[in-house]
């Protein structure tokens, strides 16, 4: 078991710039704004509808790719999740109360929480019609999914508890980073051992 968790903390891959450059973007965007002057809570709100852009914006592709069903038409099946999404962002600039859009990321957790629930009972259900022995059969990467938005979640609501923006900015960032850690490790841990070299 030793030599197991040795062997997946030593193939966690490392970082991407697609990964990293958003969060040292956004941080460095925040003190600019607030070195220069500007409202923390305004520049808070700004820097957090951007980033909830741009995630949006990347993971658009692989939406896309999910929803791709003969006889569908991708882009109308996209068209209510974007603008709810502009929906919010306008909400929240509107608003400008950086604790509003906190607690849409805690509202997020909770969300694919709930998703992972359901896609576990459901593969259960799959699993229980040709196999009865389903109770010993698991879900490992839908549970690592539940066990990261939990994290987040707690990690979330301790920054916001702590009222300070400085604290929440830094604080999630350092996360952001050691959640990549903490995911890869799970991952490989729970691969057969023939899949973590594939």
């Known amino acids: ?18 990964t990293i450059v958003p969060i040292v973007v956004m941080v460095s965007l925040w003190t ?22 741009f995630a949006i914006w990347r993971s658009l592709p692989r939406a896309a790719h999910a ?14 999740p974007v603008v709810g999404m502009v929906a919010l962002a306008a909400a929240q600039i509107v608003i400008c109360e950086p604790v509003f859009s906190q607690r849409l990321l805690s509202a997020g957790c909770i969300f694919v929480l709930v998703v992972m629930a359901l896609g576990m009972r459901r593969e259960r259900q799959v699993l229980a019609r040709v196999d009865n022995r389903v109770d010993a059969r698991k879900v490992p990467l839908l549970r690592i999914n539940a066990l990261v938005a939990a994290l987040t979640l707690v990690v979330n609501e301790s920054l916001i508890a702590a009222e300070e923006l400085v604290v929440w900015v830094a604080g999630m960032a350092l996360f952001a980073v050691a959640v990549h850690g903490l995911y890869w490790f799970m991952v490989l841990l729970v691969l057969p051992a023939e899949d973590s070299h594939a």
Not at 1 to 18: D, F, G, T, Y
């Open 32 to 53: 600019m704004c607030v070195q220069a002057g500007g409202s923390p809570e305004r520049a808070f709100v700004t820097v957090m509808v951007l980033g909830q852009s």
């Open 1 to 18: 078991m030793s030599s197991r968790i040795i062997e997946a903390l030593a193939s966690v891959p490392p970082l991407r710039p697609a």
């Open 67 to 80: 929803l791709s069903r003969p006889g569908r038409d991708r882009t109308n099946m996209l068209v209510w």
